[in-house]
């Protein structure tokens, strides 16, 4: 099983839409948790981190659920700037108290008119 | 503040050969480092990390190794170059101390040939 798992998509949702995407994470000792986002062939640049009691910017939400070891991610009113993968990263522990930053393998969002 | 520098953008190599690539961060000391690799159209796969001179952690058995020479200085090296090496790499820095984000390099588009 992946340290971490995500729908690869691509969600294909027209402009204004909702869309979430879920993660699932593995190990129960993780830590933090992210949601980054990534253009083609770019670096993944931060969305938003995620909490435990959930958080919000303006049009994203994200909410992490410790119990079932997923945290998820809302986008509302979907512009056609949002088109992009969002990449789930969680930061689990490793080797000498280090912590690992695990990504998922992205879902990819399309926004059409 | 805090800046990472990773070297260079593209890089075409024939199989075979050898490859070096470097990442310097500027701006912190005893970061913990990270190289990720993402082959087209997938996610990013946590290659080697790093919490201090000379200390490599690697996740996947490959072709590739990584070294620490100085506190900063985190570099990707391999002898002899496979087609399956080609991918997009990407040098990382997070602080490590909470819900901090990962900083990342611009990356460096390998093509193997």
């Known amino acids: 099983r992946k340290e971490v798992e995500q729908d690869p998509g691509p969600f294909n949702v027209p402009e204004g839409a909702t869309v979430a ?3 699932t994470y593995s190990n129960s000792a993780s830590q933090s948790f992210f949601w980054y986002r990534q253009d083609c062939r770019k670096e993944p640049k931060l969305l938003m981190s995620v909490y435990s009691s959930g958080n919000e910017d303006g049009r994203f939400t994200a909410q992490l659920n410790r119990a079932s070891q997923y ?3 809302l986008i ?4 056609l700037s ?3 993968t969002y990449l789930c990263v969680v930061n689990s522990p490793g080797e000498d108290s280090s912590y690992k930053l695990i990504f998922g393998s992205g879902t990819r969002l399309l926004v059409r008119p | 503040s805090q800046t990472i520098h990773q070297w260079p953008a593209t890089l075409v190599q024939p199989v075979g050969s050898p490859l070096s690539l470097e990442c310097t961060v ?5 970061p913990n480092l990270y190289w990720y690799r993402q082959a087209a159209g997938r996610g990013l796969q946590l290659l080697f990390y790093s919490v201090g001179i000379g200390q490599i ?18 570099i ?3 002898k002899k170059l496979l087609l399956s090496d080609s991918g997009f790499y990407l040098c990382a820095w997070y602080p490590g101390t909470g ?11 390998l093509s193997v040939l």
């Open chain 1, 21 to 23: 995407f879920n993660c």
């Open chain 1, 71 to 73: 945290i998820s991610l």
């Open chain 1, 76 to 79: 509302r009113d979907s512009k």
């Open chain 1, 82 to 84: 949002d088109s992009a």
């Open chain 2, 26 to 30: 500027e701006g912190t000391s005893n």
């Open chain 2, 57 to 74: 952690s690697s996740e996947v058995p490959q072709n590739l190794s990584a070294s620490r020479p100085q506190d900063r200085q985190f």
């Open chain 2, 76 to 78: 990707l090296s391999s």
């Open chain 2, 99 to 109: 819900n901090e984000k990962l900083f990342f390099g611009s990356g460096t588009q």
